[in-house]
């Protein structure tokens, strides 16, 4: 296997592989927080290490040349993981809105999520579809965890959710290139703000 030659893409798999290294940060900091309910420790857990999957599979998407089969693989891998993130997040704000699902149905719909967000990596339609459904997760959080800011996870919540939020748009600007000593294009510029923004998640998560 041989590096891409882009300038852009190889800072994007730099900045994919940050973005990894704060995700699995976070997935540890879950992992051992002790003032969290197991089930929302698991949800934590597993949408911090379904976002450090995500990042490693993109940053061998960008920084790899491979044929078009594997490039075709990696990328569902790359919607499968980003579903789920974005599924259980849902479930932690359908939890802290009062609502509670049985453990069953909640593996259901994780499960299926990361089987849509795999079809939706092979159909550009499927893939935007993921891109709002991710939009409006993150748009609920923001607001809900705003509304909420007298606990003291829920700024740290609410900017996280407001950060992700302003990476997408970032990743939305197909046209924007920055060069910061590298060139870095929409999918770079993209990493590193959602990496700010899971870092502030990661702490929202870990405070009482």
Do not use: K
């Not at 995700?23 to 420790?41: I, Q, S």
């Not at 290490?49 to 569902?76: C, D, F």
């Not at 939706?120 to 609920?140: H, T």
């Amino acid at each position: 296997m041989r590096w891409i030659d882009s300038p852009t893409e190889r800072t994007s798999a730099a900045t994919d592989v940050l973005l990894a290294l704060v995700a699995a940060a976070c997935t540890a900091a879950a992992r051992g927080a002790p003032g969290l309910d197991p089930r929302e420790r698991l949800l934590w857990t597993l949408l911090f290490a379904a976002a450090a999957a995500a990042a490693l599979a993109g940053a061998a998407y960008h920084g790899l040349r491979l044929p078009g089969p594997g490039r075709a693989r990696l990328w569902r891998a790359v919607t499968a993981a980003l579903a789920l993130a974005a599924a259980a997040f849902a479930l932690l704000l359908w939890s802290a809105a009062g609502g509670g699902l049985p453990a069953g149905v909640q593996a259901a719909l994780l499960a299926g999520a990361a089987l849509l967000g795999s079809a939706a990596g092979g159909r550009r339609r499927g893939f935007a579809a993921l891109l709002a459904f991710q939009a409006a997760v993150l748009a609920a959080g923001a607001v809900f965890h705003a509304g909420c800011a007298s606990a003291p996870a829920r700024p740290w919540l609410a900017a996280g959710c407001g950060t992700s939020l302003l990476a997408g748009a970032l990743q939305a600007a197909r046209g924007l290139r920055v060069r910061l000593v590298w060139e870095f294009d929409h999918n770079g510029l993209f990493h590193l703000a959602q990496a700010a923004g899971l870092a502030l998640l990661g702490v929202g998560a870990v405070r009482p």
